[in-house]
């Protein structure tokens, strides 16, 4: 009998946020499901009756983007991060990809409660963040990619289409977290040059 080589197959936490953060929506999503509900309407949803002076208002502007509405709503925005969020995590850093999902949160959840009187949850926003930062992985000095202009021109206008609707998305924290996406790719191109 030959020896043969053996194939070693080791699994990786190749992108510590991104996998990080999936994982707990994933959590959120099942404690979700055991309190029926319950949890999510407590910590990770952004409703029109909240006031700046409760203290949980301000874990909430951040934890929304945790809770989702259901397993389709989940599945659909980890698709997207996990299969965009990796290689932005290779070129930009995770404590940075961490920091621009804060501050994509705290801009959707904030201006959510200031101006809508609907609730808002899941990680919609940062998924458009991330699409739209993305498209600024191989920008060159001083010009503007053209898969930023037509991303924005799909996405951001199908959104913007979408928000003449009457649904339950809210079309506001995609256009929001697009524009995040935008402009952190506009910041880091320049800090780059």
């Known amino acids: 009998m030959r020896n043969s080589a053996r194939i070693r197959l080791r699994i990786e936490y190749n992108a510590p946020f991104v996998l990080t953060f999936s994982l707990a929506c994933f959590v959120v999503y099942l404690f979700d499901v055991i309190t029926s509900g319950r949890l999510t309407l407590l910590l990770f949803s952004v409703t029109p009756h909240l006031t700046f002076t409760n203290p949980v208002t301000y874990l909430r502007i951040f934890l929304h983007t945790l809770g989702h509405s259901g397993a389709q709503h989940l599945i659909l925005n980890l698709s997207l991060i996990l299969l965009i969020g990796p290689l932005l995590e290779e070129k930009y850093g995770s404590l940075a990809l961490l920091q621009f999902s804060l501050v994509t949160a705290a801009i959707t959840g904030v201006l959510n409660i200031l101006f809508f009187s609907h609730g808002l949850l899941g990680a919609s926003g940062i998924a458009f963040m991330l699409i739209l930062l993305s498209s600024f992985t191989n920008v060159r000095s001083g010009s503007l990619p053209l898969t930023f202009i037509l991303v924005m021109i799909l996405y951001l206008g199908n959104e913007i289409y979408g928000a003449f609707k009457e649904d339950n998305i809210s079309q506001f ?9 935008g402009t952190f790719g506009f910041m880091m191109s320049r800090k780059r040059r």
Not at 173 to 181: Q, R, Y
């Open 173 to 181: 924290a995609h256009i929001l977290g697009g524009l995040c996406g």
